[in-house]
């Protein structure tokens, strides 16, 4: 970059007008006291910005393909399961009383698997080929086992909050008049 002169009769231009148009020379390689950092070589990066020949990738085999698929896979279905931690301790510190934070949590929980149940073969559809089928349906059974895990952790909170009818007490208007076997008659003396 040449640099630019400025006549007497202009004004003279800022500092940074100066050092904008002008840049610094670059320095030398020996000047620098900084080592490159572990594993930088020059040689390779030469290789990399000076080479015009580049060597394209090869295209990954129907193997290959399939296996990451397969991970993927088998990391979506057991995202369930890594959010089963933080969902118990959230309903255990919301309590078990009936205030709309719990209730909507327990909404939340209960409408996630239930959700994820209906589309599970929509989440697991762009992994699905012709030669890895058969390890799908033991991803996707994983994937409904977590999300059966799912609910299963929503029942109990349920249970928590005295919301399910587990007792005698909940089936009073259906439970009869108990006939007794024997009766008691006083005497009088």
């Excluded at 000076?50 to 990391?75: C, F, M, N, Q």
């Excluded at 589309?119 to 349906?137: A, D, I, S, W």
């Excluded at 033991?138 to 109990?156: D, E, H, P, S």
Aim: with cysteine; charged share 20%; glycine share 6%.
């Amino acid at each position: 970059m040449a640099t630019k002169e400025y006549s007497k009769d202009e004004p003279a231009p800022p500092r940074w007008v100066f050092d904008l148009h002008n840049p610094p020379k670059p320095a030398s390689k020996n000047a620098g006291s900084v080592s490159n950092p572990p594993g930088y070589s020059e040689t390779s990066v030469g290789k990399r910005a000076g080479s015009s020949k580049v060597v394209p990738r090869k295209a990954p085999t129907t193997e290959e393909t399939d296996t990451l698929k397969i991970k993927k896979s088998w990391e979506i279905a057991l995202a369930p399961a890594k959010a089963l931690p933080m969902n118990a301790i959230m309903m255990y510190m919301s309590g078990n009383s009936l205030q709309i934070f719990s209730i909507m949590m327990v909404f939340m929980l209960f409408k996630n698997p239930l959700t994820g149940l209906m589309q599970t073969n929509e989440v697991f559809r762009r992994y699905e080929t012709e030669g890895n089928k058969e390890t799908m349906l033991a991803v996707k059974g994983c994937y409904v086992l977590m999300q059966l895990l799912a609910l299963g952790l929503g029942v109990w909170k349920v249970n928590g909050m005295g919301l399910l009818p587990t007792t005698r007490s909940d089936w009073l208007a259906w439970e009869g008049e108990r006939q007794p076997l024997e009766k008691a008659v006083f005497a009088f003396r």
